[in-house]
């Protein structure tokens, strides 16, 4: 190791030089665009080529990966190929890779989303030989996991939301609540699914400590899913209260097809939702139906969607400001500023 340091010394001069410029231009972005706050995304686990694995190598189980148990979206589960924490060696350390990670995001942004925040609850280990299992494997000790790390994110004191989409056990949307954590409410999934014909929730009815959204990177956009609806489907979303209010008219909502005027109804009542954070996928914003990502798949078509017109001409470009101004006007009418 003395001698690599002594051989690429230079490349490692280089690089820490870039890793300062780049930081110096982030932040005088981040106080350019005031008050616009700037959000991140923190990634559940790294790549086992990275340098936090390489530099914490008995912090990582090398030998299994990390996915998803099956699901609505994978009926074979998820296979990550991303190593496994040892979180009794990472406990052991007072979690400090956790907090070093914490206070990074802290630096770099005004808030961020924690991704897959069941897997710090229970992470879903599939080891090279035998079968997968969840770690740790008992709900006591889960719920004890994931608590002490949620509350490594709350010190930060950033405005801190949880991805809990897919299967989430019911104890820790509970302890989620009781930290005081915001999850999603994705408006497709709000349903009352004990009761028959699982009606859709209003959105007004969404909690206060909460994200509303039309949907995420993993879904198909707000089009393609209207689209996608039965007729008694649409019907239910039409009968909403908030759907009706902002409507008048619901007969847009019941003819097929996506039109823009069925867009802003759904738009318009998600502003009108009760949680406090309200985030959209740029594509839904627009009704486009180009999707992100299909989960569980590899392909030429994930995560290559583009914006059609580069940031910096979105001010010029009509369709954009026509965008914007739409969105404006919902924000200041439903106290979203």
């Known amino acids: 190791m003395e001698a690599a340091r002594a051989d690429l010394s230079r490349d490692v001069l280089f690089y820490q030089y870039v890793q300062w410029i780049a930081e110096q231009q982030w932040q005088a972005v981040r106080r350019g665009v005031r008050p616009v706050a700037i959000f991140g995304d923190f990634p ?45 060696v990472m406990a052991a350390s007072g979690d400090r890779w956790i907090r070093q990670r914490v206070r990074r995001m802290a630096a770099l942004f005004d808030g961020y989303r924690v991704d897959h925040l069941v897997g710090f609850y229970r992470t879903y280990v599939r080891p090279r030989h035998g079968t997968a299992y969840f770690s740790p494997p008992a709900e006591p000790d889960q719920l004890a996991q994931g608590e002490r790390l949620m509350r490594i994110f709350l010190e930060s004191g ?27 409410r994705v408006m497709r999934w709000e349903r009352r699914w004990d009761q028959s014909g699982h009606p859709f929730l209003d959105p007004t009815s969404y909690p206060a400590v909460s994200v509303a959204t039309t949907g995420t990177h993993d879904t198909e956009t707000l089009a393609a899913w209207w689209e996608s609806l039965a007729p008694d489907e649409r019907a239910s979303i039409a009968g909403l209260p908030t759907v009706r209010r902002i409507a008048g008219d619901t007969e847009a909502l019941s003819r097929p097809g996506f039109a823009e005027r069925t867009r802003d109804i759904l738009l318009e009542a998600l502003y009108a939702a009760g949680s406090d954070l309200l985030i959209l996928p740029v594509q839904d914003v627009f009704g486009w139906r180009a999707r992100i990502n299909e989960p569980g798949k590899v392909s030429d078509c994930n995560w290559t969607f583009k914006l059609p017109w580069p940031v910096d001409r979105l001010d010029s470009e009509p369709a954009a400001r026509e965008c914007a101004d739409r969105l404006r006007t919902w924000a200041e009418k439903y106290g979203r500023t």
């Open 158 to 184: 950033d405005r801190v939301t949880v991805e809990d989409l897919g299967d989430v056990p019911t104890f820790v949307r509970a302890s989620l609540a009781r930290l005081g954590l915001a999850g999603y």
């Open 44 to 88: 559940f686990l790294v790549t086992i080529d990275s340098a936090d694995v390489w530099s914490r190598q008995d912090e990582f189980l090398l030998d299994a990966r990390v996915g998803a148990p099956p699901d609505a979206f994978a009926t074979d589960g998820q296979d990550w190929g991303l190593p496994a924490c040892n979180w009794d």
